[in-house]
């Protein structure tokens, strides 16, 4: 009896190896595919993008235009709650399928999709500053179809940013 248990735990361990390895294997593929696109597009439009880094290392997929540079430098932590204003497309598209228009929500920076997390503060945006992120999937959505939103699985979003305060 424990060696029919024994046999039964290695094999779904194995399994859930797999799968993993699987996962992993296919959302580094999705990261080559968004990070060619990105690339693609930046340069198709000749924008004067910059690629957001985290430390010294080239590991993201978020790309920061500053279109505004704005005026007072703000300490923005985790549960800093930031007034924006924004619009999101997503890239290559002129259909928006988020905006704030006149109404300027409030977010907790540690609530928003890491896109966002990582390009704020890649961007070193200031109050009053404008940028525009061009974020890979995997700091989206990733591989989830987003319906309420329009948006496809894997989509690559582009978002104009302006931010308006920083309380904290």
């Given at each position: 009896m424990n060696r029919v248990f024994i046999i039964c735990l290695c094999v779904l361990v194995f399994v859930g190896c797999k799968k993993?390895?699987?996962?992993?294997?296919?959302?580094?593929?999705?990261?080559?595919?968004?990070?060619?696109?990105?690339?693609?597009?930046?340069s198709k439009n000749n924008l004067n993008a910059t690629k957001v880094m985290r430390g010294n290392a080239d590991t993201t997929g978020i790309w920061y235009i500053n279109t505004t540079t704005g005026t007072e430098n703000a300490l923005i932590?985790?549960?800093?709650?930031?007034?924006l204003g924004y619009a999101g497309r997503q890239m290559g598209s002129s259909t928006v399928f988020a905006q704030t228009n006149t109404f300027h929500p409030a977010f907790h920076f540690g609530?928003?999709?890491?896109?966002?997390?990582?390009?704020?503060?890649?961007?070193?945006?200031?109050?009053?500053?404008?940028?525009?992120?061009l974020v890979a999937s995997r700091y989206a959505y990733g591989?989830?179809?987003?319906?309420?939103?329009?948006?496809?699985?894997?989509?690559?979003?582009?978002?104009?940013?302006?931010?308006?305060?920083?309380?904290?």
């Open positions: 993993s390895d699987s996962a992993i294997a296919e959302a580094q593929a999705q990261a080559k595919i968004d990070d060619q696109l990105i690339q693609d597009y930046i932590n985790s549960s800093s709650l930031l007034t609530d928003m999709i890491r896109g966002w997390q990582y390009g704020i503060l890649g961007s070193k945006i200031r109050k009053g500053g404008k940028i525009r992120l591989p989830y179809e987003q319906r309420s939103l329009g948006l496809s699985a894997n989509a690559i979003l582009d978002f104009d940013i302006e931010l308006f305060d920083v309380t904290n």
